[in-house]
């Protein structure tokens, strides 16, 4: 059903670079606190430190204190990413393992995007004519 | 449903057994222990000897513990027994029995004693549709205990069967060789606990904490029931009904994965006991003078989980707040929507309504600050992404065609929605009373905006806005030869024209012109509408009218609680004391538990409330219907810092106290004499 179009080789590290350069960002406007990503693949494991503080977001490699772990393969974190898998889901399956504040967590995936090829409302009849 | 008994513990846990106590499953009989929406034994059998055993009596007076005394014997006549067996069960994160053998004999006796016990781990969604599974089911047995387990990829989920006095534990059950002294006994407690692997921990964590003993359980309820106003009347029934509603409201509580120490409700049980929007912010609107911090969890959990982007499997839209939230197999591997699923159009104008009316009576201005962008992004949804007809008016439509709602309004089944001769509209689909739901989002949405949030040029704008949608909606919606609000629009501006109870939900809203108010409430009073219990879902006379459809002609109790504090909006405050009149009677008929709904007929002719069949008992909305025409007929408003009380209540009540009412006031007490004569409510004389 899900089919895989683009190489995706890139979509981890687009991600996180997108989100440390959209400024403050309204939906994470009462959010605080640090998530760190485990993501793992068959020959590497890497870190991503994630702290938001009231909207801000910051992104980095180096080792801090975490208030959420979560723990998942890459190939699911590009699946995240891209609109394929939806992170909640993967929590209830077990594909993704967090442990700690599970608020955080919660409010973190409103960045991940809806499902791929979501067109949204059919555009209302008034508002199609006025655009065209 | 009606054979087999519930009990619960403060969430999603809950186990439905037969009469004695045994859990045999299958597709017609859903019984078993669930955890977040999967059953985790589908069998559990209590075998003496190899024979199963007969209930005596059954006393389930707790909704978290039910006593089962069982006997040996085929069934049908009973012998004097020999043996006698006392089954206690209690649920927490799992349940715990404790079986007591009692010997009557004056020589000892031998007993094979086995529990049978096994899983099939369904999705609450496969138990109703009966699907296949498609993962790997295994036994083990493990530092004495018999696991029970389920795998699918990742996805795991395992029931442990703790039985530490048993001889013997193999793949299918548990046994105990015991020989009783004469006379004697012999017990042994039982654990059968859910594991859900990670997700669960933290909850699992605070079931723990709170697994007490039944009598610390029995304060906690106690406590709960205190901490809400005491309500003192001449009649007793009203006190019954006061009383067991709060009760069952306790028993609907339900705790989220990120607040497992908050609570707030469900919306019935066993089925829906789950983060539902329209359902946990309605009971949360009618609870809010009795017991306010269901309307905070409710707030939070609803936030947390509003809509942000556009996700047409999940009909999720930025702002949008969700419809149901499920944990099961289906929706883990995405076949289901509900993680969560937000197809759904009232919930989100109705939160911003349940945020100020929270703040209104607590004064908690600090939730409405921290929740101010969830709020601004509830009333942009209406209008930036659920005007799908492009006129201004706020509608539905489903983008998941496989497995989204179709009417996302409460009025949810396939017929609901129709013309006076029967005909179904097209979609999109605006029903009236989203409309009203929709001016009041702003003009409250407004109030907080000037007093909360220090916005005045937004509190300019969304009145603005609402006096705009409300002068368009008098004139698009009105259908004049009938003199009443069409049920719905078509695209085309059609009135979707059958007469239905949702014109009395534009009054508790407040969209309805002044001058249109009398012919409306003359509807609402009139005999093809009011039945003598109360309001119909569709007037008798409607093509689709029939008194045991389910949103065509059936009384919900929860609607005509909305419908009466509409009518005291308006100055109608005879009809409401009628309109409460006739449901808390329907109540009493009930023994004070409200059903979902009752059938439509005239009451003169059952001279009994008729109940609709429905799956779940009792059901979030109904249970805080009674709580809502209390509060109703006291005419309790909160303005600035008071609580105003203007009592006009039905004359059977002589006299009707409500102490200790909460608020921003600190506690308050309400005093009122029935003086109303409800037998002719048809008599539009206004108090007022």
Same mark, same amino acid.
């Not at chain 2, 014109?503 to 009398?518: E, T, Y």
């Given at each position: 059903?899900?089919?895989?179009?683009?190489?995706?080789?890139?979509?981890?590290?687009?991600?996180?670079?997108?989100?440390?350069?959209?400024?403050?960002?309204?939906?994470?406007?009462?959010?605080?606190?640090?998530?760190?990503?485990?993501?793992?693949?068959?020959?590497?494991?890497?870190?991503?430190?994630?702290?938001?503080?009231?909207?801000?977001?910051?992104?980095?490699?180096?080792?801090?204190?975490?208030?959420?772990?979560?723990?998942?393969?890459?190939?699911?974190?590009?699946?995240?990413?891209?609109?394929?898998?939806?992170?909640?889901?993967?929590?209830?399956?077990?594909?993704?393992?967090?442990?700690?504040?599970?608020?955080?967590?919660?409010?973190?995936?409103?960045?991940?995007?809806?499902?791929?090829?979501?067109?949204?409302?059919?555009?209302?009849?008034?508002?199609?004519?006025?655009?065209? | 449903?009606?054979?087999?008994?519930?009990?619960?513990?403060?969430?999603?846990?809950?186990?439905?057994?037969?009469?004695?106590?045994?859990?045999?499953?299958?597709?017609?009989?859903?019984?078993?222990?669930?955890?977040?929406?999967?059953?985790?034994?589908?069998?559990?059998?209590?075998?003496?000897?190899?024979?199963?055993?007969?209930?005596?009596?059954?006393?389930?007076?707790?909704?978290?513990?039910?006593?089962?005394?069982?006997?040996?014997?085929?069934?049908?006549?009973?012998?004097?027994?020999?043996?006698?067996?006392?089954?206690?069960?209690?649920?927490?994160?799992?349940?715990?029995?404790?079986?007591?053998?009692?010997?009557?004999?004056?020589?000892?006796?031998?007993?094979?004693?086995?529990?049978?016990?096994?899983?099939?781990?369904?999705?609450?969604?496969?138990?109703?549709?009966?699907?296949?599974?498609?993962?790997?089911?295994?036994?083990?047995?493990?530092?004495?205990?018999?696991?029970?387990?389920?795998?699918?990829?990742?996805?795991?989920?395992?029931?442990?069967?703790?039985?530490?006095?048993?001889?013997?534990?193999?793949?299918?059950?548990?046994?105990?060789?015991?020989?009783?002294?004469?006379?004697?006994?012999?017990?042994?407690?039982?654990?059968?606990?859910?594991?859900?692997?990670?997700?669960?921990?933290?909850?699992?964590?605070?079931?723990?904490?709170?697994?007490?003993?039944?009598?610390?359980?029995?304060?906690?309820?106690?406590?709960?029931?205190?901490?809400?106003?005491?309500?003192?009347?001449?009649?007793?029934?009203?006190?019954?009904?006061?009383?067991?509603?709060?009760?069952?409201?306790?028993?609907?509580?339900?705790?989220?994965?990120?607040?497992?120490?908050?609570?707030?409700?469900?919306? +019935? $049980?066993?089925?829906?006991?789950?983060?539902?929007?329209? @359902? &946990? =912010?309605?009971?949360?609107?009618?609870? !809010? #003078?009795?017991?306010?911090?269901?309307?905070?969890?409710?707030?939070?959990?609803?936030?947390?989980?509003?809509?942000?982007?556009?996700?047409?499997?999940?009909?999720?839209?930025?702002?949008?707040?969700?419809?149901?939230?499920?944990?099961?197999?289906?929706?883990?591997?995405?076949?289901?929507?509900?993680?969560?699923?937000?197809?759904?159009?009232?919930?989100?104008?109705?939160?911003?309504?349940?945020?100020?009316?929270?703040?209104?009576?607590?004064?908690?201005?600090?939730?409405?600050?921290?929740?101010?962008?969830?709020?601004?992004?509830?009333?942009?949804?209406?209008?930036?992404?659920?005007?799908?007809?492009?006129?201004?008016?706020?509608?539905?439509?489903?983008?998941?065609?496989?497995? +989204? $709602?179709?009417?996302?309004?409460?009025?949810?089944?396939? @017929? &609901? =929605?129709?013309?006076?001769?029967?005909? !179904? #509209?097209?979609?999109?689909?605006?029903?009236?009373?989203?409309?009203?739901?929709?001016?009041?989002?702003?003009?409250?949405?407004?109030?907080?905006?000037?007093?909360?949030?220090?916005?005045?040029?937004?509190?300019?704008?969304?009145?603005?806005?609402?006096?705009?949608?409300?002068?368009?909606?008098?004139?698009?919606?009105?259908?004049?030869?009938?003199?009443?609000?069409?049920?719905?629009?078509?695209?085309?501006?059609?009135?979707?024209?059958?007469?239905?109870?949702?014109?009395?939900?534009?009054?508790?809203?407040?969209?309805?012109?002044?001058?249109?108010?009398?012919?409306?409430?003359?509807?609402?009073?009139?005999?093809?509408?009011?039945?003598?219990?109360?309001?119909?879902?569709?007037?008798?006379?409607?093509?689709?009218?029939?008194?045991?459809?389910?949103?065509?002609?059936?009384?919900?109790?929860?609607?005509?609680?909305?419908?009466?504090?509409?009518?005291?909006?308006?100055?109608?405050?005879?009809?409401?004391?009628?309109?409460?009149?006739?449901?808390?009677?329907?109540?009493?008929?009930?023994?004070?538990?409200?059903?979902?709904?009752?059938?439509?007929?005239?009451?003169?002719?059952?001279?009994?409330?008729?109940?609709?069949?429905?799956?779940?008992?009792?059901?979030?909305?109904?249970?805080?219907?009674?709580?809502?025409?209390?509060?109703?007929?006291?005419?309790?408003?909160?303005?600035?810092?008071?609580?105003?009380?203007?009592?006009?209540?039905?004359?059977?009540?002589?006299?009707?106290?409500?102490?200790?009412?909460?608020?921003?006031?600190?506690?308050?007490?309400?005093?009122?004499?029935?003086?109303?004569?409800?037998?002719?409510?048809?008599?539009?004389?206004?108090?007022?």
């Amino acid at each position: 059903m899900i089919t895989r179009s683009e190489p995706r080789q890139k979509a981890v590290d687009a991600f996180f670079a997108d989100i440390a350069t959209r400024g403050k960002i309204a939906v994470l406007g009462t959010t605080s606190g640090t998530i760190r990503f485990d993501i793992s693949n068959a020959d590497s494991l890497e870190h991503w430190y994630v702290t938001v503080r009231k909207g801000e977001v910051a992104v980095s490699h180096k080792n801090t204190r975490a208030d959420t772990v979560c723990e998942l393969d890459k190939g699911l974190f590009e699946d995240i990413a891209e609109g394929r898998r939806q992170a909640m889901s993967a929590l209830l399956r077990g594909a993704l393992v967090a442990q700690g504040d599970m608020s955080l967590l919660m409010s973190f995936q409103r960045l991940f995007p809806g499902r791929i090829g979501s067109k949204g409302r059919v555009a209302p009849i008034s508002e199609v004519a006025q655009d065209r | 449903m009606s054979n087999e008994l519930v009990q619960i513990l403060e969430g999603n846990t809950f186990v439905v057994s037969d009469h004695t106590g045994d859990i045999e499953a299958s597709l017609t009989d859903p019984t078993g222990l669930f955890s977040f929406d999967t059953r985790f034994l589908s069998e559990w059998i209590l075998l003496v000897n190899g024979s199963r055993l007969n209930a005596l009596t059954v006393d389930d007076t707790a909704y978290y513990e039910t006593r089962f005394f069982l006997v040996p014997g085929t069934g049908t006549v009973y012998v004097d027994s020999k043996l006698s067996v006392i089954r206690v069960r209690t649920v927490a994160d799992g349940f715990y029995e404790s079986l007591t053998f009692l010997n009557h004999q004056d020589r000892p006796v031998d007993l094979e004693i086995r529990l049978e016990a096994a899983s099939d781990f369904a999705d609450l969604f496969e138990v109703k549709d009966a699907l296949k599974k498609k993962g790997k089911y295994y036994n083990r047995i493990e530092d004495g205990c018999l696991i029970l387990g389920y795998e699918r990829d990742t996805y795991v989920r395992e029931t442990r069967v703790v039985a530490n006095q048993a001889t013997t534990i193999d793949q299918d059950g548990v046994e105990f060789s015991v020989q009783i002294a004469p006379h004697g006994r012999w017990s042994t407690d039982l654990a059968v606990l859910v594991d859900l692997g990670e997700i669960g921990s933290n909850h699992q964590k605070a079931a723990q904490k709170s697994r007490r003993s039944a009598s610390a359980k029995a304060r906690g309820l106690d406590k709960w029931i205190e901490r809400a106003p005491s309500l003192n009347c001449s009649l007793d029934s009203l006190k019954r009904t006061y009383q067991r509603s709060l009760v069952d409201l306790a028993a609907l509580r339900f705790s989220t994965l990120t607040m497992p120490n908050h609570a707030l409700p469900a919306a +019935g $049980l066993p089925w829906f006991m789950t983060l539902f929007g329209r @359902d &946990s =912010i309605i009971t949360s609107l009618q609870s !809010l #003078p009795f017991i306010p911090e269901l309307a905070a969890t409710t707030l939070l959990a609803l936030g947390e989980r509003q809509g942000t982007v556009i996700d047409d499997f999940r009909d999720e839209d930025p702002g949008r707040i969700p419809h149901e939230m499920r944990f099961g197999e289906m929706t883990a591997f995405e076949e289901r929507p509900h993680s969560p699923y937000y197809g759904c159009a009232d919930a989100t104008p109705l939160y911003v309504v349940l945020l100020d009316e929270y703040e209104r009576w607590t004064g908690d201005t600090k939730l409405v600050r921290s929740l101010e962008f969830e709020a601004r992004a509830a009333i942009n949804w209406i209008d930036e992404y659920a005007d799908l007809q492009g006129n201004g008016y706020l509608s539905y439509q489903r983008r998941n065609e496989k497995t +989204g $709602l179709e009417n996302q309004c409460w009025k949810d089944s396939w @017929d &609901s =929605i129709s013309y006076r001769d029967g005909t !179904l #509209p097209g979609f999109p689909r605006a029903t009236c009373e989203l409309q009203g739901y929709a001016y009041d989002a702003k003009m409250r949405g407004a109030r907080l905006a000037r007093e909360v949030w220090h916005d005045p040029a937004y509190a300019d704008r969304l009145e603005h806005e609402a006096a705009n949608l409300k002068r368009r909606f008098n004139r698009d919606f009105w259908v004049k030869d009938g003199e009443y609000f069409a049920l719905a629009l078509e695209s085309d501006g059609r009135h979707v024209d059958a007469l239905t109870s949702n014109i009395g939900h534009l009054l508790w809203s407040g969209i309805v012109d002044k001058s249109k108010a009398a012919a409306v409430v003359r509807h609402l009073m009139g005999p093809r509408m009011f039945s003598g219990w109360g309001i119909r879902t569709m007037a008798q006379g409607e093509g689709r009218y029939n008194p045991i459809g389910y949103h065509v002609g059936t009384v919900w109790p929860f609607d005509n609680s909305f419908i009466a504090w509409g009518l005291r909006r308006y100055g109608f405050k005879r009809e409401a004391a009628a309109v409460a009149a006739g449901i808390l009677e329907a109540a009493d008929c009930f023994d004070g538990r409200l059903p979902e709904a009752f059938g439509g007929y005239e009451r003169e002719v059952t001279q009994y409330p008729v109940q609709y069949p429905t799956a779940c008992s009792p059901q979030a909305w109904s249970t805080g219907a009674p709580l809502l025409l209390i509060r109703t007929m006291l005419g309790l408003e909160p303005v600035g810092d008071h609580l105003i009380v203007d009592p006009v209540l039905p004359a059977e009540i002589e006299h009707l106290e409500l102490l200790d009412i909460p608020g921003r006031w600190g506690k308050i007490d309400a005093f009122g004499r029935g003086l109303v004569d409800v037998a002719n409510p048809r008599s539009l004389r206004r108090t007022r």
